[in-house]
């Protein structure tokens, strides 16, 4: 028997999110079923919906970025209980196979994960997000919501968090590193807070000065434009640049403020190829770098860190009326700094 779950659909590319209902699957032996309290907004949500990413799969329920409380398990469970807090980020599952799910880095999947919506299960049928009061999904892709955190500024952990998270961890970021933050918008203002928690002195780069008062807020240490004089006068200062923001940049400027072996990671996703000089890189041993959300291991990692440091995002709260309103606000960089959906508004 499927179970009967109230959702925002938007039937096709575009169009506006209708109240309506879809189907969930039968609880499978290792199955939660999962209530959702919040779903946040992220930009991918958008583009998705809006089909600016190539064909989507159409009625659509975005969201994936998923808190909620378990209220069922299936009687193969071990992982979670009834009760329990949880999440569930951007993938529901993967072959768990191939080199990259063996080493716990299922976003790189070789064949592909099944992503949170937008996606299609192995058996060819279409996964539905998290703009929805309920979804099933395999207790190995539920990630536990420590106590500490609020369920509501916990959403958008699952995917602007470990988006950040990952690549401030793989590439080192700590005491005694130099982190730049591009962008403080969903992405930008968690990589703030966490790459202040790890230790890291911190510069935000951001087109204005205007959200500067909540940057140092966050934990920023200094906040900048991103101006050409700006970029000048920080050659060789950082480490390690996390460039959150989906907009063409002066590639070659940004790599010239990294010091020795440097590295600048992209983890938005301009639509425009980018342009840089390879003496930008060989001058003084920089790279540049893509990272792309995180793994189930990494993204609990990420949850518990976050717990022990206080961080959650900074959310405005919705309700399922004002989705498409948010959307376009999102798009115009009108929020601080998440939409998060109460999804108790979303049964008609
Ligand atoms: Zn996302
Ligand atoms: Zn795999």
Same mark, same amino acid.
């Given at each position: 028997?499927?179970?009967?779950?109230?959702?925002?659909?938007?039937?096709?590319?575009?169009?506006?999110?209708?109240?309506?209902?879809?189907?969930?699957?039968?609880?499978?032996?290792?199955?939660?079923?999962?209530?959702?309290?919040?779903?946040?907004?992220?930009?991918?949500?958008?583009?998705?919906?809006?089909?600016?990413?190539?064909?989507?799969?159409?009625?659509?329920?975005?969201?994936?970025?998923?808190?909620?409380?378990?209220?069922?398990?299936?009687?193969?469970?071990?992982?979670?209980?009834?009760?329990?807090?949880?999440?569930?980020?951007?993938?529901?599952?993967?072959?768990?196979?191939?080199?990259?799910?063996?080493?716990?880095?299922?976003?790189?999947?070789?064949?592909?994960?099944?992503?949170?919506?937008?996606?299609?299960?192995?058996?060819?049928?279409?996964?539905?997000?998290?703009?929805?009061?309920?979804?099933?999904?395999?207790?190995?892709?539920?990630?536990?919501?420590?106590?500490?955190?609020?369920?509501?500024?916990?959403?958008?952990?699952?995917?602007?968090?470990?988006?950040?998270?990952?690549?401030?961890?793989?590439?080192?970021?700590?005491?005694?590193?130099?982190?730049?933050?591009?962008?403080?918008?969903?992405?930008?203002?968690?990589?703030?807070?966490?790459?202040?928690?790890?230790?890291?002195?911190?510069?935000?780069?951001?087109?204005?000065?205007?959200?500067?008062?909540?940057?140092?807020?966050?934990?920023?240490?200094?906040?900048?434009?991103?101006?050409?004089?700006?970029?000048?006068?920080?050659?060789?200062?950082?480490?390690?640049?996390?460039? *959150?923001?989906? =907009? %063409?940049?002066?590639?070659? $400027? /940004?790599? !010239?403020?990294?010091?020795? @072996?440097?590295?600048?990671? #992209? &983890?938005?996703?301009?639509?425009?190829?980018?342009?840089?000089?390879?003496?930008?890189?060989?001058?003084?041993?920089?790279?540049?770098?893509?990272?792309?959300?995180?793994?189930?291991?990494?993204?609990?990692?990420?949850?518990?860190?976050?717990?022990?440091?206080?961080?959650?995002?900074?959310?405005? *709260?919705?309700? =399922? %009326?004002?989705?498409?309103? $948010? /959307?376009? !606000?999102?798009?115009?960089? @009108?929020?601080?700094?998440? #939409? &998060?959906?109460?999804?108790?508004?979303?049964?008609?």
């Amino acid at each position: 028997m499927t179970i009967t779950v109230p959702a925002l659909v938007t039937p096709s590319a575009g169009a506006a999110f209708e109240r309506t209902t879809i189907e969930r699957r039968e609880l499978g032996e290792h199955d939660v079923l999962l209530d959702i309290a919040y779903a946040g907004i992220c930009h991918s949500d958008i583009h998705q919906a809006r089909e600016e990413w190539g064909a989507s799969i159409f009625p659509m329920v975005p969201g994936h970025e998923i808190a909620g409380v378990v209220s069922a398990v299936g009687a193969g469970v071990t992982k979670h209980s009834v009760g329990d807090r949880v999440g569930v980020g951007c993938f529901v599952d993967s072959c768990r196979e191939c080199r990259s799910c063996l080493a716990g880095e299922e976003q790189f999947c070789e064949r592909g994960n099944v992503a949170t919506y937008n996606s299609r299960y192995a058996d060819g049928s279409p996964t539905y997000g998290g703009y929805s009061t309920q979804i099933v999904v395999d207790e190995s892709y539920v990630l536990a919501i420590p106590d500490g955190i609020s369920l509501d500024v916990a959403a958008p952990l699952l995917c602007a968090g470990i988006t950040t998270y990952s690549p401030l961890r793989h590439w080192g970021a700590g005491p005694g590193t130099k982190v730049a933050v591009v962008g403080m918008g969903g992405l930008g203002h968690l990589a703030v807070k966490i790459a202040h928690a790890l230790g890291a002195e911190v510069t935000v780069l951001s087109h204005t000065l205007s959200k500067k008062d909540d940057g140092l807020r966050f934990g920023a240490d200094h906040y900048e434009t991103g101006d050409r004089d700006t970029l000048r006068r920080l050659r060789g200062s950082f480490d390690l640049i996390i460039n *959150t923001v989906s =907009a %063409d940049l002066p590639v070659d $400027a /940004y790599l !010239r403020t990294l010091a020795l @072996d440097g590295t600048m990671v #992209f &983890v938005g996703a301009p639509e425009n190829k980018q342009q840089f000089a390879v003496f930008s890189l060989i001058g003084a041993r920089r790279s540049i770098a893509g990272s792309n959300i995180g793994g189930i291991r990494e993204t609990q990692e990420m949850l518990d860190f976050c717990a022990q440091h206080g961080i959650g995002a900074e959310i405005e *709260t919705i309700t =399922a %009326d004002d989705v498409d309103k $948010a /959307y376009d !606000r999102v798009v115009g960089s @009108d929020v601080r700094y998440r #939409f &998060v959906i109460d999804t108790a508004t979303i049964p008609a």
